[in-house]
Structures are given as C-alpha cells and as structure tokens.
C-alpha cells in the first residue's frame, strides 16, 4: 500500500481538478494515471474521479471530426466553457473502498475483474489512509509466487 494519495474535496470544480490531475502528472513524472478520491466534510471517501472520465466530459458533444479539425487555441476555448463543472457531479460515487486488513485475494480479484487500477484503503471511519495501486498488487503475487516456489523446493 501507498500512503502517498491525494484528497481532494468534492466541492471543487472542474478547472481546479485539471490543474491538481496535470500537476500530479508532471510531478510524479510517471505514465501512470491516478484518480482522484474524493473527500466529504468529515473526510471520508465521497467519490472517485477518473482522468479519463475529466477527459471525457470536457470534449463531450464534440465530434472526433471535429476535433481534429481544431487547432490547439480553439480547443482550449471550447473546452474551458466546461470548467466551472462541480466534479461532484461527475465522480463514481459509489467507488468501492477496502480496509487495511483486506486480503490479498479480494484486492487482486476486485482490481481485474472491474479493471481498477488504484483502489483506495479506508480507515474505520470511512477516511482514505493509502492505496493500492497494480504495481502494489504485482510486487505482492511477485512475493507470495516465491514464497510458493521456496516451499515446493523444500518439499521431500
């Protein structure tokens, strides 16, 4: 589990979410997309934005012709009349969340079969404290693959 995750409140808008999700990109300087979690007053897991699902509404009701056709200027203009979108509006309210003592299986299970890439880890109170991440689920089959090969080899 990474600790490291952003909380963002769902009262934000459309615009703040794109700079946070451009900048975290830029940071982190990885391929990796990362949704944003989103947290109610009291801090508890509220939603989950996607980038792709930011993407999306953003160029929703424009044509892929039409798009093309667009120079970067225009695109911009055209794309910015969406900024003031509540992202709550937009979020997967009914992301799942996992605690701390999840096992391995129901992580590894839940990420392929729904194709989530994070999924976020909640304390007791609903409040998101880390998140697992494929790379998290890969290091830990990596582990526990070997784990397996040591016991067989050890076997009579």
Not at 35 to 51: C, D, T, V, W
Not at 81 to 105: N, V, Y
């Amino acid at each position: 589990m990474t600790r490291h995750c952003i909380r963002f409140g769902q009262e934000h808008q459309l615009r703040e979410a794109v700079w946070l999700m451009s900048e975290m990109s830029r940071r982190r300087k990885t391929s990796e997309a990362q949704p944003l979690f989103l947290q109610n007053r009291e801090g508890k897991l509220a939603g989950e934005l996607s980038m792709w699902r930011l993407l999306r509404e953003m160029v929703e009701g424009k044509a892929a012709e039409e798009l093309c056709r667009t120079d970067d200027a225009e695109l911009a203009r055209r794309m910015s009349g969406r900024f003031h979108t509540p992202i709550s509006d937009l979020a997967q309210r009914d992301a799942p969340s996992f605690a701390m003592e999840t096992p391995l299986s129901v992580l590894l299970r839940r990420s392929v079969v729904e194709d989530r890439r994070v999924l976020p880890i909640c304390d007791e109170g609903g409040r998101i404290v880390g998140l697992v991440t494929e790379s998290d689920l890969l290091i830990a089959v990596g582990k526990i693959l070997r784990v397996a090969a040591v016991e067989r080899e050890r076997m009579p």
